[in-house]
């Protein structure tokens, strides 16, 4: 009896690259006498907090104490919520900018291709009825794509699947016991992932 792990397919994830924030602020102490929020930034942006509703530039009234006082911007579409520090006799001046994202890639589907997942563990002597997990999980970015269970003997063709690599953790379905891991690439139709024995 001899348990093989053949070709395997790919369901590549779509990757967010995390963008940067469009608003952001930078605080810088000045001696006043008093404790207060002044907020310099873009013409027209609004800001709310102790107890103000104002469009920039503003000064925001507050106790003359340590605090952290929660404040939240808002400037074309975008929001930005934050505690800023207080300190007694300062005034803290915040410095918002804003930062135009990016325009949207023109985003074409890749190439994606068909795929089969097979469950071979039928023609195996000591566990025949064993269906397996397969557990498909990008190669790059580590995130999970999907888990298939496939009950002995049976085949599950995917569609759609992206061209790349993964992970593929294989386990048997009722005792989540884990079998076995193995690094697959997918550049065209048919690759199979099969498990069990030959």
């Known amino acids: 009896m001899k348990i093989v792990a053949t070709s395997i397919l790919v369901l590549v994830a779509m990757v967010r690259i995390a ?7 930078t605080i810088e102490f000045k001696p006043s006498g008093k404790a207060a929020i002044k907020v ?12 103000a509703d104002d469009t920039l530039p503003t000064v925001l009234q507050v106790e003359n104490a340590d605090a952290f006082i929660p404040v939240t911007i808002t400037f074309k579409g975008e929001t930005l919520t934050t505690k800023i520090e207080v300190k007694r006799g ?3 001046e915040v ?3 804003y930062t135009a994202p990016a325009a949207a890639a023109d985003k074409k589907p890749g190439r994606t291709y068909v795929a089969k997942l097979n469950n071979h563990m039928h023609k195996c002597a000591d566990a025949p009825r064993t269906a397996l997990i397969f557990e498909l999980v990008n ?10 269970e496939i009950k002995a003997g049976k085949v599950e ?3 759609g699947v992206a061209a790349g690599e993964l992970d593929v953790r294989i386990s048997e379905a009722r005792s ?16 199979v ?5 030959e």
């Open 157 to 159: 063709q995917l569609n």
């Open 90 to 92: 300062q005034t803290s």
């Open 139 to 148: 190669r790059v970015s580590g995130a999970t794509l999907g888990a298939f």
């Open 19 to 25: 963008a940067a924030d469009a608003l952001s602020h």
């Open 95 to 97: 410095r918002v900018a």
């Open 176 to 191: 989540k016991k884990w079998l076995a891991t193995k690094q697959y690439t997918i550049d065209k139709d048919g690759v």
């Open 40 to 51: 310099l930034g873009p013409e027209g942006a609004r800001v709310t907090g102790a107890g």
């Open 193 to 197: 992932i099969s498990y069990g024995c």
